[in-house]
Nanobody, 121 residues
Framework: QVQLVESGGGLVQAGGSLRLSCTAS????????MGWYRQVPGNQRELVAA???????NYADSVKGRFTISRDNAKNTVYLQMNSLKPGDTAVYYC???????????????WGQGTQVTVSS
């Protein structure tokens, strides 16, 4: 069974930093894409930052220059370093990955359970 497990959320003051981690585990053959989304109650889930299938990165305009996505392929882990945090960054952050897994011909779309990030003013 494939799981995405996130950690690193919490409460921080505006201007502060947090680092999120997400590790994929299970019968994973390869990672196609992996990244972070966020959602505020009442709003749609939105892309924050992600690695694409060719290894490049995409960032939401609102986080460019403040957030950095990185990864450790050996550990199937992706990180999100969030600096200069703003109250508007408050949301539940979800890890997402498209994975080739053992026993399936199809690329599966997987989500973590989410981690709360709260930025106080």
């Amino acid at each position: 069974q494939v799981q995405l497990v996130e950690s690193g959320g919490g409460l921080v003051q505006a201007g502060g930093s947090l680092r999120l981690s997400c590790t994929a585990s299970g019968s994973i053959l390869s990672i196609v894409t992996m990244g972070w989304y966020r959602q505020v109650p009442g709003n749609q889930r939105e892309l924050v930052a992600a690695f694409t299938s060719d290894g490049s990165t995409n960032y939401a305009d609102s986080v460019k220059g403040r957030f950095t996505i990185s990864r450790d392929n050996a550990k199937n882990t992706v990180y999100l370093q969030m600096n200069s945090l703003k109250p508007g960054d408050t949301a539940v952050y979800y890890c997402n990955a498209d994975l080739n897994v053992s026993g399936s011909w199809l690329v599966g779309d997987y989500w973590g359970q989410g981690t709360q990030v709260t930025v106080s003013s």
